[in-house]
């Protein structure tokens, strides 16, 4: 069994920064694409980015390229997520999650499209 454990979220000022981590255990982390997703109350679970499960694709959603990057360090078995100049509309649950295809080479936005996840950690941006 796969197991995702986020941590780093917290109460944050806009415009301050975070570093959300994902660890993984149960599988061979390196070998599938992890994607970072937020839900916030009443809305929907949307894709924020993703990683490649060699790290040479990342891709992100327009409300926060240029401001967040995601990374992952396969040998600690652990994803990243780096958000700077953070804004009250980016308060959410914040969930990782493991691809369901090995070696995906590409990285997809569709939750369906991943299989295990995380319990979320809460961040929430004051104005």
């Known amino acids: 069994q796969v197991q995702l454990v986020e941590s780093g979220g917290g109460l944050v000022q806009a415009g301050g920064s975070l570093r959300l981590s994902c660890a993984s255990s149960g599988r061979t982390f390196g070998l599938y694409a992890m994607g970072w997703f937020r839900q916030a109350p009443g809305k929907e679970r949307e894709f924020v980015a993703g990683i490649a499960w060699d790290g040479s694709i990342t891709y992100y959603t327009d409300s926060v390229r240029g401001r967040f990057a995601i990374s992952r360090d396969n040998a600690k078995n652990t994803v990243y997520l780096r958000m700077n100049s953070l804004k009250p509309e980016d308060t959410a649950v914040y969930y990782c999650?493991?691809?369901?295809?090995?070696?995906?080479?590409?990285?997809?936005?569709?939750?369906?499209?991943?299989?295990?996840w995380g319990q979320g950690t809460q961040v929430t941006v004051s104005s």
């Open positions: 999650a493991a691809d369901r295809i090995i070696y995906r080479p590409m990285v997809v936005g569709a939750p369906a499209e991943y299989e295990y």
